[in-house]
């Protein structure tokens, strides 16, 4: 199995197991999302950190910048592939709270002082945002999208260039070869 598979596998069912056992324990409160979010994100930093330390070993002590972000969303991309399926099976047929989620959506558009047009587009996109699909569809895009931002600063840390190397690099102008 590739390594960034195997993180990345690793990560999601971290992030998963973290995020079921708040849901389902009822620890949902401010801090304990604060928590959880650092607890998730480090878990993810610290797939690609070991993803991109393995690539950096295996290339005698040499990364470049790119290589390290293409790897880093590889294993983030297993992960939010793995997260979104695992969610939207939970979400399907485990925990289906859509319709008192719905309910309570209606009501807090209803408590607000919203124009005709602005309540419109809410009810037209909001059935979508609380269906299991929706719901899997953001988390994957958000997982996405942070571990994008992780992938950035881990692989910035771990970035060691080869400078014999110069004249295959097109980072590298002209004049710095």
Known sequence: MKNYIKYGLIAGAVTVAVGMATYHWK??????????????????AYAIFMVLREKRLQQGDYLSFTQGIGRGMRVVFVAAVFIGLLHYLDAEFL?????????????????????DEDREIAQRYMPYMISPVGQANILFLRT??????????????????????????????EDEK
């Open 144 to 173: 996405l999208f942070m571990g994008f931002i992780l992938s950035l600063v881990v692989a910035a840390v771990l970035r060691k260039e080869d400078v014999d190397n110069k004249h295959n690099n097109p980072m590298y102008g």
């Open 27 to 44: 620890l949902e409160s401010a801090a304990m999302s604060l928590l959880t979010k650092f607890i998730t994100y480090g878990i993810m």
């Open 95 to 115: 925990n289906n709270d859509t319709v008192a989620l719905n309910e309570a959506m209606q009501e807090e558009i209803e408590r607000k002082q919203l124009s």
